[in-house]
């Protein structure tokens, strides 16, 4: 090789090295700042253009001063401020501390042997704005060499020195030593496998190989040791190892020791990679998965999906304390990673933050209140109080659009119209309409949302319904309020009082949520079928309107103006194809439905329009049959007249047509339903005005009245008498209350037989020798409350007197003990119902007398009522020609 024909000149420029090693066969790159150093370059390579040898020297710390080797002291006494300098020098290039200016008789340790090295590379360069130069050196490691004397040149130092490496002689006679042989055989042999070993590790090709067997063993020794990082000490070692075999027997050892390190660090490493949890392979594979998708352009990467989301929840105009919330739990999502188990639930929580309206509202439209009362005339027929009532709550919407107005909560009987009244609402306000049921709910997170903590955990119904809408102001309707139960798992009844108090859904918890959300914009209508099972403090909280139920003449309108157009479009008719007259809806609503809402109604209409559906869908089946045939007679009569043919006249198909015209004639030709058709299609009728009558042509029989989730209805009480031992048998699915009642109404009329001369025979004992059996039919349906007082009363008193009560009354009032009549509920509902079953008299508790102002007047004008303050005055008024006995007794 070139560096075995080095001539070394008789003296070299010194660049002190800090220790740090230059070994024969090294490559270093150096920037030279401080001037001394600057000075030694520039004289010694930048001027002779790459052909400058300089020296590189080590130099020791104070701490090292003891090791082996000459401490060199410089010829000239005066140079103590140059090596003041050139160590400055030393602290520009290799971080070495400054000595203390103020000793200029501070001792260098020198190295006695150093390196000498020519420049591979070199540029100049100047600083800014100082103009200072500035040299990069590219140094390579040539040969050894021993100083001789070291002496000052201006700001640098130079040495005298004598060369340390063999002649070409000298290295011939000493590579046949068998010793040498050995060594080298060995050190070949440990470098092959260190190179094997970075090879496979590295996946490098065999080009370090190629050194083995070109380089010469003495320079491999050098390379290899430049290449490991090593203490200073024992870089000095092997620069001092003159002699080849010392050389290589360190060498081998520093190559065995470093290719020691790499198999401890692969075994640690094995373990470490033979310990991977699922999940981090799970990850690896990801990165993979992600670096393919960016190949094939198909990137759905996650930090884009993170970012999207930032910016989702950046729009979402959260308030500040909830914001600095959901960027505590954005860094959190950050680090975890995608297949870890919180990641998903964490996502959507975050989600679901992005997406609550916290400051989104319907756009604000102006509110026309007549077009609002136009609204609800044109949806709802009749309900004169409750759609007064609904304008008088957007009227005050409209004054003071901020007001909390009361929660209207709709109470009555099913397919009255409670529900489509809120969205009607809704409709009015210019506002989205939400719709919550509560039927069936028992679980109180329902309403509250679980527990992030729980898995499978949402948000409430409340949150989730905001989140469906889109705004923080809609109309929320909470359906079938009543329908609430409670058990182990909370009450949602109880955690509904929050949500309906506007003083505190200001900051309704949801504990999914987990941050307070304002539910004071949401307008909330409630609805329900009874009062008695919504707690008293909900009741509290909202305004009851009770929608009763519609009478006869009602319904008759609600049915042609409204169900009738409304079967029709759902069956594909018109009015041009089914028509049902009004005497026929009447007979539909006499006979086939007595129920307070209209649901029935429409499903009897709806029965009738699929019976005109299936008649015209098999008339167009035929009609179609028959357009066939007229195109295949037509093409036949064409092909024959193709041929030539001889066609008479009679082949001309206008009977076929005269059949079209026909068919298409009765196509058109509307369905009317008839008595005929309706018995057919619904059956017989269900309801008979003559059922009163017939129920209550033996005594014993009275009529009463009461009142259902379902509206009012008519109930009959039968009693009877027979042998026995003077027991009081009770049946007919009935409560603690209505028993009670019996032994009160059967308790009065025994403390009045005598009086009433109620006793056979001059008996004073009324109940001897006979049992009283009083039951109450529709034994299927269960039955409860006090109001049957007054009619269990009647009842007895006309089996015992066998006296018929009037067929054309119906009473209804509790009783007490004394005979005193109480004031019951639900009266409108009950008046109705009388109506429907074509009672024409009903008596009623005086304390009634003000509930009748909420009964339509086209209602009480059909009925005459009766009012009664004592029991004698209802049996005064139930028995025709009234109460015979009333002259005779004390009353």
Same mark, same amino acid.
């Given at each position: 090789?070139?560096?075995?024909?080095?001539?070394?000149?008789?003296?070299?420029?010194?660049?002190?090295?800090?220790?740090?090693?230059?070994?024969?066969?090294?490559?270093?790159?150096?920037?030279?700042?401080?001037?001394?150093?600057?000075?030694?370059?520039?004289?010694?390579?930048?001027?002779?253009?790459?052909?400058?040898?300089?020296?590189?020297?080590?130099?020791?710390?104070?701490?090292?001063?003891?090791?082996?080797?000459?401490?060199?002291?410089?010829?000239?006494?005066?140079?103590?401020?140059?090596?003041?300098?050139?160590?400055?020098?030393?602290?520009?290039?290799?971080?070495?501390?400054?000595?203390?200016?103020?000793?200029?008789?501070?001792?260098?340790?020198?190295?006695?042997?150093?390196?000498?090295?020519?420049?591979?590379?070199?540029?100049?360069?100047?600083?800014?704005?100082?103009?200072?130069?500035?040299?990069?050196?590219?140094?390579?490691?040539?040969?050894?060499?021993?100083?001789?004397?070291?002496?000052?040149?201006?700001?640098?130092?130079?040495?005298?020195?004598?060369?340390?490496?063999?002649?070409?002689?000298?290295?011939?006679?000493?590579?046949?030593?068998?010793?040498?042989?050995?060594?080298?055989?060995?050190?070949?042999?440990?470098?092959?496998?260190?190179?094997?070993?970075?090879?496979?590790?590295?996946?490098?090709?065999?080009?370090?190989?190629?050194?083995?067997?070109?380089?010469?063993?003495?320079?491999?020794?050098?390379?290899?040791?430049?290449?490991?990082?090593?203490?200073?000490?024992?870089?000095?070692?092997?620069?001092?190892?003159?002699?080849?075999?010392?050389?290589?027997?360190?060498?081998?050892?520093?190559?065995?020791?470093?290719?020691?390190?790499?198999?401890?660090?692969?075994?640690?490493?094995?373990?470490?990679?033979?310990?991977?949890?699922?999940?981090?392979?799970?990850?690896?594979?990801?990165?993979?998965?992600?670096?393919?998708?960016?190949?094939?352009?198909?990137?759905?990467?996650?930090?884009?999906?993170?970012?999207?989301?930032?910016?989702?929840?950046?729009?979402?105009?959260?308030?500040?304390?909830?914001?600095?919330?959901?960027?505590?739990?954005?860094?959190?999502?950050?680090?975890?990673?995608?297949?870890?188990?919180?990641?998903?639930?964490?996502?959507?929580?975050?989600?679901?933050?992005?997406?609550?309206?916290?400051?989104?509202?319907?756009?604000?439209?102006?509110?026309?209140?007549?077009?609002?009362?136009?609204?609800?005339?044109?949806?709802?027929?009749?309900?004169?109080?409750?759609?007064?009532? #609904?304008?008088?709550? +957007?009227?005050?919407? @409209?004054?003071?659009? !901020?007001? $909390? =107005?009361?929660?209207?909560?709709?109470? %009555?009987?099913?397919?009255?119209?409670?529900?489509?009244?809120?969205?009607?609402?809704?409709?009015?306000?210019?506002?989205?309409? #939400?719709?919550?049921? +509560?039927?069936?709910? @028992?679980?109180?997170? !329902?309403? $509250? =949302?679980?527990?992030?903590?729980?898995? %499978?955990?949402?948000?409430?119904?409340?949150?989730?319904?905001?989140?469906?809408?889109?705004?923080?102001?809609?109309?929320?309707?909470?359906?079938?309020?009543?329908?609430?139960?409670?058990?182990?798992?909370?009450?949602?009844?109880?955690?509904?009082?929050?949500?309906?108090?506007?003083?505190?859904?200001?900051?309704?918890?949801?504990?999914?949520?987990?941050?307070?959300?304002?539910?004071?914009?949401?307008?909330?209508?409630?609805?329900?079928?009874?009062?008695?099972?919504?707690?008293?403090?909900?009741?509290?909280?909202?305004?009851?309107?009770?929608?009763?139920?519609?009478?006869?003449?009602?319904?008759?309108?609600?049915?042609?103006?409204?169900?009738?157009?409304?079967?029709?479009?759902?069956?594909?008719?018109?009015?041009?194809?089914?028509?049902?007259?009004?005497?026929?809806?009447?007979?539909?609503?006499?006979?086939?439905?007595?129920?307070?809402?209209?649901?029935?109604?429409?499903?009897?209409?709806?029965?009738?329009?699929?019976?005109?559906?299936?008649?015209?869908?098999?008339?167009?089946?035929?009609?179609?049959?028959?357009?066939?045939?007229?195109?295949?007679?037509?093409?036949?009569?064409?092909?024959?007249?193709?041929?030539?043919?001889?066609?008479?006249?009679?082949?001309?198909?206008?009977?076929?047509?005269?059949?079209?015209?026909?068919?298409?004639?009765?196509?058109?030709?509307?369905?009317?339903?008839?008595?005929?058709?309706?018995?057919?299609?619904?059956?017989?009728?269900?309801?008979?005005?003559?059922?009163?009558?017939?129920?209550?042509?033996?005594?014993?029989?009275?009529?009463?009245?009461?009142?259902?989730?379902?509206?009012?209805?008519?109930?009959?009480?039968?009693?009877?008498?027979?042998?026995?031992?003077?027991?009081?048998?009770?049946?007919?699915?009935?409560?603690?209350?209505?028993?009670?009642?019996?032994?009160?109404?059967?308790?009065?009329?025994?403390?009045?037989?005598?009086?009433?001369?109620?006793?056979?025979?001059?008996?004073?004992?009324?109940?001897?020798?006979?049992?009283?059996?009083?039951?109450?039919?529709?034994?299927?349906?269960?039955?409860?409350?006090?109001?049957?007082?007054?009619?269990?009363?009647?009842?007895?008193?006309?089996?015992?007197?066998?006296?018929?009560?009037?067929?054309?009354?119906?009473?209804?009032?509790?009783?007490?003990?004394?005979?005193?009549?109480?004031?019951?509920?639900?009266?409108?509902?009950?008046?109705?119902?009388?109506?429907?079953?074509?009672?024409?008299?009903?008596?009623?508790?005086?304390?009634?007398?003000?509930?009748?102002?909420?009964?339509?007047?086209?209602?009480?004008?059909?009925?005459?009522?009766?009012?009664?303050?004592?029991?004698?005055?209802?049996?005064?008024?139930?028995?025709?020609?009234?109460?015979?006995?009333?002259?005779?007794?004390?009353?």
């Amino acid at each position: 090789m070139a560096m075995e024909s080095v001539e070394l000149p008789s003296r070299l420029g010194i660049l002190p090295f800090r220790n740090k090693v230059l070994l024969p066969g090294a490559v270093v790159r150096i920037r030279c700042t401080n001037p001394s150093s600057v000075k030694l370059v520039e004289q010694e390579l930048w001027q002779r253009e790459e052909k400058g040898l300089i020296g590189i020297l080590p130099v020791r710390d104070e701490a090292e001063s003891t090791m082996v080797g000459t401490v060199l002291y410089p010829s000239n006494g005066a140079v103590a401020e140059h090596g003041e300098r050139n160590l400055k020098n030393q602290s520009g290039i290799s971080n070495s501390h400054k000595l203390d200016g103020k000793n200029q008789q501070e001792v260098f340790h020198w190295h006695n042997r150093g390196v000498a090295a020519r420049a591979l590379h070199l540029s100049r360069g100047v600083e800014k704005p100082s103009g200072r130069v500035t040299y990069t050196v590219v140094l390579e490691g040539l040969c050894r060499f021993s100083v001789q004397e070291l002496s000052a040149r201006g700001t640098y130092y130079t040495a005298r020195i004598s060369p340390l490496d063999m002649t070409k002689a000298e290295m011939e006679q000493a590579e046949q030593d068998p010793d040498f042989i050995a060594l080298a055989r060995q050190f070949k042999a440990t470098a092959m496998e260190l190179i094997s070993v970075l090879e496979q590790k590295q996946k490098t090709s065999g080009r370090t190989k190629v050194l083995l067997e070109t380089v010469p063993i003495h320079k491999l020794a050098d390379i290899f040791v430049a290449s490991f990082e090593i203490s200073f000490q024992e870089q000095l070692s092997m620069l001092d190892s003159v002699d080849l075999k010392v050389r290589l027997s360190k060498a081998t050892e520093l190559v065995d020791r470093h290719l020691q390190s790499i198999r401890v660090a692969e075994k640690i490493t094995q373990k470490v990679e033979g310990q991977l949890s699922k999940s981090q392979r799970e990850f690896l594979l990801r990165q993979q998965m992600r670096a393919i998708k960016e190949e094939l352009g198909d990137n759905d990467d996650d930090e884009d999906d993170m970012a999207t989301l930032e910016r989702k929840m950046q729009s979402a105009g959260m308030p500040p304390n909830i914001w600095k919330h959901a960027q505590r739990e954005l860094r959190r999502l950050k680090k975890i990673q995608p297949q870890q188990p919180g990641y998903s639930s964490s996502r959507v929580y975050l989600e679901l933050l992005a997406d609550l309206p916290w400051q989104k509202i319907s756009e604000k439209c102006e509110l026309d209140l007549r077009a609002a009362k136009e609204h609800l005339d044109r949806d709802h027929y009749g309900l004169v109080k409750v759609k007064q009532r #609904i304008i008088e709550y +957007l009227a005050v919407h @409209k004054l003071k659009p !901020d007001a $909390r =107005g009361p929660v209207l909560c709709f109470v %009555g009987p099913p397919g009255v119209g409670k529900t489509s009244l809120a969205a009607s609402i809704a409709v009015a306000l210019g506002r989205k309409f #939400i719709r919550i049921s +509560l039927g069936g709910v @028992k679980d109180e997170a !329902d309403i $509250r =949302g679980h527990r992030r903590t729980y898995i %499978g955990s949402m948000p409430g119904r409340l949150i989730d319904g905001i989140k469906r809408v889109g705004v923080c102001n809609p109309v929320m309707l909470l359906d079938e309020i009543d329908k609430t139960g409670s058990d182990v798992r909370g009450d949602p009844a109880a955690a509904l009082l929050e949500v309906l108090d506007p003083e505190q859904n200001k900051a309704f918890n949801d504990h999914y949520l987990n941050v307070p959300f304002d539910l004071s914009k949401v307008i909330f209508v409630a609805t329900a079928n009874r009062v008695q099972p919504i707690p008293p403090p909900l009741l509290d909280r909202m305004e009851v309107i009770e929608l009763p139920g519609y009478t006869p003449e009602e319904k008759l309108k609600i049915a042609m103006q409204h169900l009738i157009p409304r079967v029709l479009d759902q069956h594909g008719l018109s009015s041009e194809l089914l028509q049902i007259p009004e005497g026929i809806v009447k007979l539909v609503i006499h006979r086939y439905t007595r129920e307070a809402g209209v649901r029935n109604l429409e499903r009897n209409l709806a029965a009738l329009a699929r019976v005109a559906a299936v008649r015209f869908a098999e008339q167009d089946h035929a009609a179609s049959l028959r357009k066939d045939m007229h195109q295949l007679s037509s093409s036949i009569l064409e092909s024959r007249l193709a041929e030539g043919a001889e066609v008479e006249m009679e082949v001309l198909p206008m009977g076929v047509d005269n059949q079209e015209i026909s068919s298409a004639t009765r196509f058109n030709s509307p369905v009317v339903v008839d008595e005929d058709m309706l018995e057919n299609v619904l059956g017989p009728p269900r309801f008979d005005d003559r059922e009163t009558a017939d129920r209550v042509a033996t005594p014993g029989v009275s009529v009463g009245l009461v009142w259902t989730a379902y509206g009012g209805e008519i109930q009959f009480i039968e009693a009877t008498a027979m042998m026995g031992k003077g027991d009081l048998c009770l049946t007919g699915q009935l409560g603690d209350v209505i028993k009670e009642s019996a032994q009160i109404a059967l308790t009065w009329v025994r403390a009045r037989a005598t009086d009433m001369k109620l006793a056979p025979d001059g008996k004073t004992n009324l109940m001897e020798s006979r049992d009283i059996h009083i039951h109450f039919p529709a034994g299927a349906v269960p039955k409860d409350g006090p109001s049957a007082g007054v009619t269990l009363v009647t009842a007895l008193v006309s089996l015992f007197s066998q006296r018929r009560v009037r067929a054309d009354t119906a009473m209804t009032g509790e009783m007490t003990l004394r005979g005193l009549v109480l004031p019951v509920g639900g009266i409108k509902d009950k008046i109705l119902a009388a109506h429907r079953y074509g009672i024409k008299r009903v008596i009623l508790p005086e304390r009634n007398l003000k509930d009748l102002v909420e009964v339509p007047s086209a209602v009480l004008a059909s009925l005459e009522i009766i009012f009664a303050k004592r029991m004698e005055d209802i049996l005064e008024q139930a028995f025709e020609g009234g109460c015979p006995w009333r002259q005779h007794s004390k009353l």
